[in-house]
């Protein structure tokens, strides 16, 4: 059994930062093979990508978030990391932690294996 367990969610004024983290545990998971991702999904909108880093390191940002956010990974201690800066009202959102065994940066939520159960992330105006 795979596990994902974000952490580092809360409340934070408009530019403010944020880290999140992401810690992966199972008995048969590899993490070091495996992509990971950030999404987020806002009340009433669609879970969306946020971004990615491949096993080798690779990033992709989205749009919204480029410049703004840097997603890394410590693979020593089986986490994934997003520091979210010059946090803006719409970035408030759940924000889930992903893992995909492909091992590459996919933005497609359907390449993602197993999924955190989200942390929320709340920025005031």
């Known amino acids: 059994q795979v596990q994902l367990v974000e952490s580092g969610g809360g409340l934070v004024q408009a530019g403010g930062s944020l880290r999140l983290s992401c810690a992966a545990s199972?008995?048969?998971?590899?993490?070091?093979?495996?992509?990971m991702g950030w999404f987020r999904q806002a009340p009433g909108k669609e879970r969306e990508f946020v971004a990615a880093?491949?096993?080798?390191?690779?990033?992709y940002y989205a749009d919204s978030v480029k410049g703004r956010n840097t997603i890394s990974r410590d693979n020593a201690k089986n986490t994934v990391y997003l520091q979210m800066n010059s946090l803006k009202p719409e970035d408030t959102a759940v924000y889930y932690c992903a893992a995909n065994a492909g091992g590459g940066v996919t933005t497609y939520i359907g390449n993602y294996d197993y999924w955190g159960q989200g942390a929320q992330v709340t920025v005031s105006s």
């Open positions: 199972g008995r048969t998971f590899t993490f070091i093979r495996y992509g």
């Open positions: 880093i491949s096993w080798n390191g690779a990033t």
